[in-house]
């Protein structure tokens, strides 16, 4: 009778301890992996975030290619790491679960069977003494009964979770087809939008002589907000044109709608089909990456090497925004550094405005861009813009800038708008305060 007690919890000693012991030397060194899989995928994160905080200017840009391969080289490399743990988990948990599975659960019932089996007599429901085959029958049975009836409760009530979950993740991803769908069917509709513009009904054409216009365009926000009524106006290559007026007047919402990030709602836009378009936001972006990937942004390393660019010609760049010595204090082109944080804010607009040289656009759209730089070198950036043929459309508040430019479209804030030239006069004050100008 003492060694029936005994046995048992002993059994279970020695096969808790065994268990412990083969996990252990079997268990490879997880810490590590899984720390560098949170790495990755906090650096996957990180990716994500920038482009949802930079979306507007990197649309602007064009840069959906760069962003792609750099989030598609964070997400490979956070599912290799992933997929390397789990070939490293695989044997450790074919082993853990057998051991669970089967020695562990063996004893268990070796441990409830021993008093039944064993004891000298056992009564059934009637009274009478049952055979030890009996007994094993009914423990058999009720075990089974008892195992399969929590496995289909746990399937049952996994299954159901699974399902809604499906259901959710289904109707997010439907609705999202149904707007691209929309989008690119040119039938883009918001229910907040203000009755007068339910739906994108303008026309957007190419123009035959390279000109940017713009007839009875409003600008409406994406929330309703009809910013201006009706603008009409024709920028032509070698013109340029000022944008001024009080903050939140339209001004950047106009670049939007040029170059299409903004839907046109009414009247017609023509955009020029063989010339190209380079917006440099207020806010300068820089993309992750190495000090030359900053200046060919949104080109990728290979289409510079296609276009037969070399450093030579992005140092060209650099030294018409007065940057030259930044390359050496940074440790050449291709040193890679956090530049957003690395790099002063006038730096920063000035390496944006080096892109602007690198892709030689036909226009560049200015929205402020050089509010941080001082005015003599701002003077020679945009006297070198136009020396290479680069028709500006500057948002500014500076009154330095106007002599840069042909004409000044003014709004006042209030849905108004005036086109005007700007006058001589102004010009050759500023030529004689300064003969930079
Ligand atoms: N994404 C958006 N969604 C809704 N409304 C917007 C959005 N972006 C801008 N607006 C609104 O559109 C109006 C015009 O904004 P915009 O950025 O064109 O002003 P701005 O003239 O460039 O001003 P600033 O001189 O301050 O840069 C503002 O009232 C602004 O609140």
């Given at each position: 009778m003492i060694a029936h007690n005994v046995t048992g919890p002993l059994l279970a000693?020695?096969?808790?301890?065994?268990?412990?012991?083969?996990?252990?030397?079997?268990?490879?060194?997880?810490?590590?992996?899984?720390?560098?899989?949170?790495?990755?995928s906090a650096y996957l994160r990180s990716v994500h975030s920038r482009l949802i905080t930079n979306a507007e200017e990197i649309a602007f840009y064009?840069?959906?290619?760069?962003?792609?391969?750099?989030?598609?080289?964070?997400?490979k490399s956070l599912v290799d790491q992933k997929n390397r743990l789990l070939c490293q988990k695989l044997w450790y948990v074919v082993l853990e679960q057998f051991l669970m599975k089967y020695v562990w659960s063996g004893t268990g019932m070796v441990m409830v069977s021993l008093p039944i089996l064993m004891a000298s007599s056992f009564k059934s429901g009637n009274g009478t003494d049952m055979a030890v085959s009996d007994r094993t029958q009914y423990l058999t049975t009720a075990r089974n009964l008892l195992l399969s009836g929590a496995d289909a409760v746990e399937r049952l009530m996994s299954s159901y979770k699974e399902i809604v979950e499906l259901a959710?993740?289904?109707?997010?991803?439907?609705?999202?087809?149904?707007?691209?769908?929309?989008?690119?069917?040119?039938?883009?509709?918001?229910?907040?939008?203000?009755?007068?513009?339910?739906i994108a009904s303008g026309t957007v054409l190419n123009s035959g002589d390279g000109s940017i216009r713009l007839c009875d365009v409003p600008i409406v926000t994406p929330t309703g907000d009809i910013v201006v009524g009706s603008l009409s106006l024709e920028i032509k290559q070698g013109?340029?044109?000022?944008?001024?007026?009080?903050?939140?007047?339209?001004?950047?919402?106009?670049?939007?709608?040029?170059?299409?990030?903004?839907?046109?709602?009414?009247?017609?836009?023509?955009?020029?089909?063989?010339?190209?378009?380079?917006?440099?936001?207020?806010?300068?972006?820089?993309?992750?990456?190495s000090l030359r990937e900053q200046v060919i942004y949104p080109d990728?390393?290979?289409?510079?090497?296609?276009?037969?660019?070399?450093?030579?010609?992005?140092?060209?760049?650099?030294?018409?925004?007065?940057?030259?010595?930044?390359?050496?204090?940074?440790?050449?082109?291709?040193?890679?550094?956090?530049?957003?944080?690395?790099?002063?804010?006038?730096?920063?607009?000035?390496?944006?405005?080096?892109?602007?040289?690198?892709?030689?656009?036909?226009?560049?759209?200015?929205?402020?861009?050089?509010?941080?730089v001082s005015i003599d070198v701002e003077?020679?950036?945009?006297?070198?813009a136009k020396s290479n043929g680069i028709t500006l459309l500057t948002i500014s508040h500076r009154p330095t800038l106007w002599q840069f430019h042909d004409r000044v479209l003014q709004f006042d804030g209030q849905g108004n708008w005036e086109l005007k030239d700007v006058p001589a006069a102004l010009v050759s004050i500023f030529h004689i305060i300064n003969p930079l100008y």
């Open positions: 000693v020695v096969v808790i301890g065994l268990t412990g012991q083969v996990l252990r030397v079997v268990s490879p060194k997880f810490g590590a992996l899984v720390s560098v899989e949170a790495e990755r064009g840069g959906h290619k760069v962003e792609l391969t750099h989030l598609e080289a964070a997400y959710g993740y289904t109707g997010r991803v439907s609705s999202m087809l149904d707007v691209f769908t929309e989008v690119a069917e040119g039938q883009y509709t918001r229910p907040s939008i203000t009755a007068k513009y339910t013109e340029h044109l000022l944008i001024t007026g009080p903050n939140g007047c339209g001004k950047s919402s106009l670049f939007r709608v040029i170059c299409g990030l903004w839907p046109l709602y009414s009247g017609t836009l023509h955009r020029p089909k063989n010339a190209t378009m380079f917006y440099i936001p207020q806010r300068p972006y820089m993309s992750i990456g990728t390393v290979e289409d510079m090497k296609k276009k037969g660019m070399t450093d030579d010609v992005l140092m060209e760049c650099f030294e018409r925004v007065a940057l030259g010595p930044l390359v050496t204090r940074e440790g050449g082109w291709s040193a890679v550094a956090d530049w957003k944080d690395i790099l002063s804010g006038g730096e920063k607009q000035r390496v944006a405005i080096a892109r602007m040289f690198y892709h030689k656009p036909s226009f560049a759209l200015l929205d402020e861009c050089t509010s941080a003077s020679k950036i945009y006297q070198a």
